[in-house]
């Protein structure tokens, strides 16, 4: 019985250990990000979900919300908050929505078919939880941090593209491609790599 405590203590250990390395790693990549050509300046691509999503598919769905909240919690000490953390809240609940229903289809039977599903899901439940969090909390509330309305943001947007005009087609022409396409990339990293780093996640 002591045995099999000591066992099961010692791979919480490690699995707490590598929640945090992951978490680490995705709060430095999260550091650097860069604009897109089709969506405005204040949405910017970075690939932090990678570490997350490679948790997530390794370690577990919870996990993968663990390292997610990890990362966020770094980023919060390293850069500070503009929003009295209801951006990086919301940063947290746009990440969940994509490596934790990836992680939980995969969870349930390994194979490539279900890693490829997983992430077809996630990449959707990112784009469609990101409607209603960029339309009724995140833009809202950087409208009143930058003391700006938010058709300041719209026409950020409409220099960009001009079918944009105001925040439902901000939301339509910007926020769901952005979305759409950082689940493409992400997902198509994990896919290459995941294999390879998967022996060192199980260690």
């Given at each position: 019985?002591?045995?099999?405590?000591?066992?099961r203590e010692r791979?919480?250990?490690?699995?707490?250990?590598?929640?945090?390395?992951?978490?680490?790693?995705?709060?430095?990549?999260?550091?650097?990000?860069?604009?897109?050509?089709?969506?405005?300046?204040?949405?910017?691509?970075?690939?932090?979900?990678?570490?997350?999503?490679?948790?997530?598919?390794?370690?577990?769905?919870?996990?993968?919300?663990?390292?997610?909240?990890?990362?966020?919690?770094?980023?919060?000490?390293?850069?500070?908050?503009?929003?009295?953390?209801?951006?990086?809240?919301?940063?947290?609940?746009?990440?969940?929505?994509?490596?934790?229903?990836a992680g939980y289809?995969?969870?349930?039977?390994?194979?490539?078919?279900?890693?490829?599903?997983?992430?077809?899901?996630?990449?959707?439940?990112?784009?469609?939880?990101?409607?209603?969090?960029?339309?009724?909390?995140?833009?809202?509330?950087?409208?009143?941090?930058?003391?700006?309305?938010?058709?300041?943001?719209?026409?950020?947007?409409?220099?960009?593209?001009?079918?944009?005009?105001?925040?439902?087609?901000?939301?339509?022409?910007?926020?769901?491609?952005?979305?759409?396409?950082?689940?493409?990339?992400?997902?198509?990293?994990v896919v290459l790599?995941?294999?390879?780093?998967?022996?060192?996640?199980?260690?």
């Amino acid at each position: 019985m002591k045995n099999e405590i000591s066992v099961r203590e010692r791979g919480n250990a490690k699995t707490v250990a590598k929640i945090g390395v992951l978490g680490a790693i995705a709060a430095v990549l999260m550091l650097f990000e860069f604009p897109l050509w089709f969506a405005p300046a204040f949405y910017q691509l970075d690939f932090s979900e990678v570490p997350v999503l490679l948790g997530s598919f390794a370690l577990g769905p919870a996990a993968g919300a663990a390292i997610e909240l990890v990362k966020i919690l770094i980023n919060f000490v390293l850069k500070g908050t503009i929003t009295g953390g209801v951006g990086e809240l919301g940063n947290f609940a746009v990440g969940c929505a994509f490596v934790v229903p990836a992680g939980y289809i995969y969870k349930r039977n390994k194979s490539i078919k279900t890693a490829i599903i997983g992430l077809v899901v996630g990449t959707l439940s990112l784009a469609i939880i990101g409607i209603f969090l960029n339309y009724y909390l995140l833009i809202p509330v950087y409208a009143k941090v930058f003391g700006a309305p938010i058709q300041a943001f719209v026409d950020m947007g409409n220099a960009i593209n001009p079918a944009i005009t105001d925040l439902k087609t901000l939301i339509l022409f910007a926020v769901v491609p952005f979305n759409l396409f950082k689940g493409i990339v992400i997902s198509s990293i994990v896919v290459l790599i995941y294999k390879r780093i998967s022996p060192i996640l199980h260690r």
